[in-house]
């Protein structure tokens, strides 16, 4: 078996949350105090910032605005370099991933052309995941759910900067919107998770997973059914995680997380994690992103 399949089937398990109880519930409680201050207007979440939430000057290296999509050079809907297409790439079994990741070509492939989870609304994406049709199930593994993934591959990847993500997140058992990071040559781990939640868009949680350093997760609190920024800022020496501009928790960076990564963004359906939806889950289901945007530190070796 290749090594990056090796790679992508054994990340995403479910974290270990080793974060004390306290730290926890002091983070939860500045989000929500500070929910307000991260609901600015639409100019401003529109514009690149300059600086990071702690004052360190930026320089921009990656944009998207939404303004069209279309996979391809910017944004891949499959895991892997794009070598292999095929169901294996799709979704994430290992995990016990009920989804398979669709785009119009792969619809095209096995005759049903229509078959698209992205749409643009408004200036923002929307990925959409909802039941199997009946007819495409034996197309697809038997995976009871279609939705999509999208992933900076083969545009983009860098090593350390502040890495920025705003988006709306959708309720319901079994749906798991992520945001996160994996690293340009294919390897797992290191991963970088900017972003997960499990089927409840007021609790995400803030993670790693490393080769020389035990899996750490924390997980917070923010006003759900709303737009949140959820970014990373990673330098040589530690890791900090911001939630609409508050900075939410942050860790040493391990010394395996230390090469160019890029970014993934999906939303998964059912897996050992979330569960399997259920009746109380309403399909379809949207996870809407406004925008993603990198940067690199100005200063010479980090911030």
Known sequence: MPAHRLALNGRRARPALLAAAGAAFVAAALLCAAAAAGRVSAQDRQSPLTRAPDGHPLVLTF?????????????????????????????LG????????????????????????FNRRNGVLEITAEPTPPALAGKVGGLRYTSGLITSQPSFSQRYGYFEVRARLPRGKGLWPAIWMLPADQTWPPEIDIMESIGNPGEVYLSTHSKVAPARSIKVSVPPEAFHTYAVAWDPQQ???????????????????????????????????????DASTSFPARMSIEYVRAYRFAQAGGR
């Not at 398979?100 to 492939?109: E, K, L, S, T």
């Not at 860790?251 to 359906?269: C, E, G, I, S, W």
Request: charged share 15%; glycine share 16%.
């Open 63 to 91: 944009q998207e605005d939404f303004h069209s999509f279309a996979p391809g050079k910017v944004w891949r809907t499959t895991y892997g370099d794009g070598g292999d297409a095929g169901l294996g790439k799709r979704t």
């Open 94 to 117: 290992s995990n016990g991933e009920q989804q398979v990741y669709v785009d119009p070509a792969f619809g095209a492939q096995i005759g049903a052309p229509g078959l698209n989870p």
């Open 239 to 277: 890791i900090v995680w911001y939630v609409d501009g508050r900075e939410a928790t942050r860790q040493a960076t391990p010394a395996d997380m230390n090469k160019p990564m890029f970014l993934l963004l999906n939303l998964a359906v059912g897996g050992n994690w979330p569960g399997t939806p």
